[in-house]
């Protein structure tokens, strides 16, 4: 199983960037799926979490301005984010723990390479 997420960049306040999770070799049947991000001296913060069932739970402060958006042709799990703000500035992750592919399960914790998102005037 192989992450590769990709899509940072400097952005004005108020603007929006789409982060994309290519999961290898599919995202059909993932146990969970996440968005994380660490900033500068802090922890990794978890964003966004997507379980099996498609619910998906954000942390309060992304509430109301990130989606978690997907493509199951382009085995694509995205993360659109709108209104973003200085605080938003971090490296962003995907995680998928436990996936199913072709009568196999691959249990365990799974990262992409991190993205940088910045978000300055």
């Known amino acids: 199983v192989q992450l590769q997420a990709s899509g940072g960049g400097l952005v004005q306040p108020g603007g929006s960037l789409r982060l994309s999770c290519v999961v290898s070799?599919?995202?059909?049947?993932?146990?969970?799926m996440a968005w994380y991000r660490q900033a500068p001296g802090k922890q990794r913060e978890l964003v966004a979490v997507?379980?099996?069932?498609?619910?998906?739970n954000y942390v309060d402060s992304v509430k109301g301005r990130f989606t978690v958006p997907r493509d199951n042709a382009k085995n694509t799990v995205y993360l659109q984010m709108n209104s973003l703000k200085p605080e938003d500035t971090a490296v962003y992750y995907c995680?998928?723990?436990?996936?199913?592919?072709?009568?196999?399960?691959?249990?365990?914790?799974?990262w992409g390479q991190g993205t940088q998102v910045t978000v300055s005037s």
């Open positions: 995680l998928v723990n436990g996936l199913y592919y072709s009568g196999t399960y691959y249990g365990s914790d799974y």
């Open positions: 997507v379980n099996s069932g498609g619910v998906i």
């Open positions: 070799p599919s995202i059909f049947s993932i146990d969970r």
